[in-house]
Every structure is written in structure tokens, then in C-alpha cells.
């Protein structure tokens, strides 16, 4: 790839950590009077909105096979999990510490690999995830302590995401990233929708729709615009700059999450968060190194026999 290329990909993937805590903000901000699946509901609705003319003025595709037509189904089910699990933590967490606990993904991930598909996975990197989830203890233990059991709803967080990327994963060959993020909100919603529909004057708090009044529609609104265009954002880096490249930048979300959370909530991580969070980052930087070294003693082993053939 090119240097230029390379700085894009970087900037863009920069651009997605900055915005993408913007859409924890609007979350954390409705749900003072929206209910959680509402807010879940926004989410799938205005990206389905606003991905609809980007992949019209793209001329791409529309048609699936049945296949995966039920991958998309999968995968938007796994991310309303997500997405509402996370809700559900912030509306009493601060926000850098429900990520913080969230980061576990990466690691969830990395087992999940190796136990679905067989990947390749070295003590190293197993003992790496073991310490990273004993990061998110540190940040759990007081948050369970202060919020009750909300506070392990990052982990499902994390785990549901987990099961979305390798979903994506699967679907990666066959859509355009643009046509799955549509897809995918087109099928959020047709399975939402009908869910608050059903729940409407249930007096069920979570499920129980309200009439958003005033800035609660520049909320809702946020919710989506932000969720797509931070992941648009992530799409584009992908493509100009190698993920290895990337990965470690990531991180730098929970920076904007933290400086973030504090001006607009005036939440600030305690001691003991900040270790955490320490750990989790320094867990997941190693990880990406040892990926790094993988695949670089792969690639010299393929090689050789390309050499001997000379």
C-alpha cells in the first residue's frame, strides 16, 4: 500500500475514535426519558436512513442469496444485542468505564476464533486475554458494587459484538461493506420495530415507547448519525490501511470516551478504573503484536520454498 493510502487509512480510523463515543453520548443523554429499546431501535432506523442514499449514489447491489439473507438476520440480531446491552449499562455507568469493560471483545474474539474456527491461537496470546479479562474486573468490581448487576452488561456487550465481527467475517466475501451495513439496518429494524410495536403501553420501561419530545429527537437522531458515520469511517480505513496498522489505534477511543464523559457528565475514571482500563489496553496492544509476529513468520515461511525454487 501506498504511505499516502496508509496516512488515510489512519486518519480515517482516527476520525472513528473521536466519533464514535458521540454516539454513547446521545445514547447516555436519551435515555434520561427514552426507553433503552427505543434508543436501540433509533440506532437501526436513522443508519438505515441515511446508508440508503449512500449505497444508491454508489450503485451498488441489492440482491442476496438465501444464505446470506440469514447471515444479515444473524448479524443484526447479535449487534441489537449489543447495542442494547451497552444502553442498558450507560444509563447509570459512565460511559469510559462500560467501554472499558467492553474492550474484552478483542479477546473474546480471539477464543471464539480458535474454538469455531480453528484458528491458531499460542499460550501467549491465551495467558494475554486471561489478564485482559482480569482488567475488567478491576473496572467491574466497584461499578457492581456502586450499579448492581448493570454493570456486567458490557460484557455481553463485548460478547455479542464478539459474535457480530465473526458473522461479519463470514459475510465479508460476499457484500460490499456499505450494502451489509445497510442490509443490516434494514433487518435491525424489521426486527424492532414489531418488538415495540408489541410492547407499546405494556408499562415495560425498557420496551415501553414514548413520544420523544424536543432535544430527545436530536438524541435519537444522534444515535443513528453517529453509528453511521463512525463505522463508515472504520470501512474506509480498512481499506486504505492494513488492520495490523490500525488496531492498536483503537484504543484510543476510550481516550474520547473519558475526556467526553467528563464534559458532558463530569464522570471521571477512579483509580482503580484506570488501572483497569491500563490493563486491558496493554493486554490488547500485545495480542496485536504477537498477530504482527504471526503473520509475519507465516509469510517468511511461505517463502522459502518460492527461494529454493530459484
Not at 48 to 56: C, D, K, S, T, Y
Not at 268 to 295: C, D, K, Q
Given at each position: 500500500?501506498?504511505?499516502?493510502?496508509?496516512?488515510?487509512?489512519?486518519?480515517?480510523?482516527?476520525?472513528?475514535?473521536?466519533?464514535?463515543?458521540?454516539?454513547?453520548?446521545?445514547?447516555?443523554?436519551?435515555?434520561?426519558?427514552?426507553?433503552?429499546?427505543?434508543?436501540?431501535?433509533?440506532r437501526f432506523l436513522v443508519q438505515?436512513?441515511?446508508?440508503?442514499?449512500?449505497?444508491?449514489?454508489?450503485?451498488?447491489g441489492w440482491q442476496v442469496s438465501?444464505?446470506?439473507?440469514?447471515?444479515?438476520?444473524?448479524?443484526?440480531?447479535?449487534?441489537?444485542?449489543?447495542?442494547?446491552?451497552?444502553?442498558?449499562?450507560?444509563?447509570?455507568?459512565?460511559?469510559?468505564?462500560?467501554?472499558?469493560?467492553?474492550?474484552?471483545?478483542?479477546?473474546?474474539?480471539?477464543?471464539?476464533?480458535?474454538?469455531?474456527?480453528?484458528?491458531?491461537?499460542?499460550?501467549?496470546?491465551?495467558?494475554?486475554?486471561?489478564?485482559?479479562?482480569?482488567?475488567?474486573?478491576?473496572?467491574?468490581?466497584?461499578?457492581?458494587?456502586?450499579?448492581?448487576?448493570?454493570?456486567?452488561?458490557?460484557?455481553?456487550?463485548?460478547?455479542?459484538?464478539?459474535?457480530?465481527?465473526?458473522?461479519?467475517?463470514?459475510?465479508?466475501?460476499?457484500?460490499?461493506?456499505?450494502?451489509?451495513?445497510?442490509?443490516?439496518?434494514?433487518?435491525?429494524?424489521?426486527?424492532?420495530?414489531?418488538?415495540?410495536?408489541?410492547?407499546?403501553?405494556?408499562?415495560?420501561?425498557?420496551?415501553?415507547?414514548?413520544?420523544?419530545?424536543?432535544?430527545?429527537?436530536?438524541?435519537?437522531?444522534?444515535?443513528?448519525?453517529?453509528?453511521?458515520?463512525?463505522?463508515?469511517?472504520?470501512?474506509?480505513?480498512?481499506?486504505?490501511?492494513?488492520?495490523?496498522?490500525l488496531a492498536p489505534l483503537h484504543?484510543?477511543?476510550?481516550?474520547?470516551?473519558?475526556?467526553?464523559?467528563?464534559?458532558?457528565?463530569?464522570?471521571?475514571?477512579?483509580?482503580?478504573?484506570?488501572?483497569?482500563?491500563?490493563?486491558?489496553?496493554?493486554?490488547?496492544?500485545?495480542?496485536?503484536?504477537?498477530?504482527?509476529?504471526?503473520?509475519?513468520?507465516?509469510?517468511?515461511?511461505?517463502?522459502?520454498?518460492?527461494?529454493?525454487?530459484?
Open positions: 500500500m501506498k504511505t499516502d493510502n496508509i496516512l488515510t487509512g489512519v486518519a480515517l480510523m482516527l476520525a472513528f475514535c473521536l466519533l464514535a463515543p458521540l454516539l454513547d453520548v446521545s445514547a447516555k443523554l436519551a435515555t434520561a426519558t427514552i426507553p433503552v429499546g427505543q434508543i436501540t431501535a433509533a438505515g436512513a441515511l446508508m440508503l442514499p449512500v449505497v444508491l449514489v454508489m450503485g451498488l438465501p444464505r446470506v439473507l440469514g447471515l444479515i438476520v444473524l448479524r443484526a440480531v447479535f449487534l441489537i444485542a449489543s447495542t442494547y446491552s451497552f444502553v442498558a449499562a450507560v444509563v447509570v455507568m459512565p460511559i469510559a468505564d462500560a467501554l472499558a469493560i467492553a474492550f474484552v471483545e478483542p479477546f473474546v474474539l480471539l477464543i471464539l476464533g480458535y474454538l469455531i474456527f480453528g484458528d491458531q491461537v499460542g499460550p501467549r496470546r491465551i495467558v494475554a486475554s486471561l489478564v485482559g479479562f482480569g482488567g475488567a474486573l478491576l473496572v467491574i468490581q466497584p461499578s457492581l458494587a456502586a450499579f448492581g448487576l448493570v454493570a456486567l452488561y458490557p460484557l455481553g456487550t463485548a460478547f455479542f459484538f464478539a459474535f457480530y465481527m465473526l458473522v461479519t467475517r463470514q459475510l465479508a466475501s460476499d457484500l460490499h461493506p456499505v450494502t451489509m451495513q445497510l442490509h443490516t439496518s434494514l433487518a435491525g429494524m424489521a426486527i424492532v420495530l414489531p418488538v415495540l410495536w408489541l410492547f407499546d403501553g405494556s408499562g415495560i420501561g425498557p420496551l415501553d415507547p414514548v413520544m420523544p419530545q424536543g432535544r430527545e429527537w436530536l438524541w435519537l437522531f444522534g444515535v443513528g448519525f453517529w453509528a453511521a458515520v463512525s463505522h463508515i469511517c472504520m470501512t474506509y480505513a480498512l481499506k486504505f490501511a492494513p488492520s495490523a496498522t484504543y484510543l477511543e476510550i481516550v474520547a470516551a473519558v475526556a467526553l464523559g467528563y464534559l458532558v457528565f463530569g464522570d471521571f475514571p477512579n483509580a482503580l478504573t484506570w488501572a483497569g482500563i491500563a490493563v486491558i489496553v496493554a493486554s490488547g496492544l500485545y495480542i496485536i503484536h504477537r498477530e504482527r509476529m504471526t503473520h509475519r513468520a507465516t509469510a517468511a515461511q511461505a517463502a522459502i520454498p518460492v527461494q529454493a525454487a530459484r
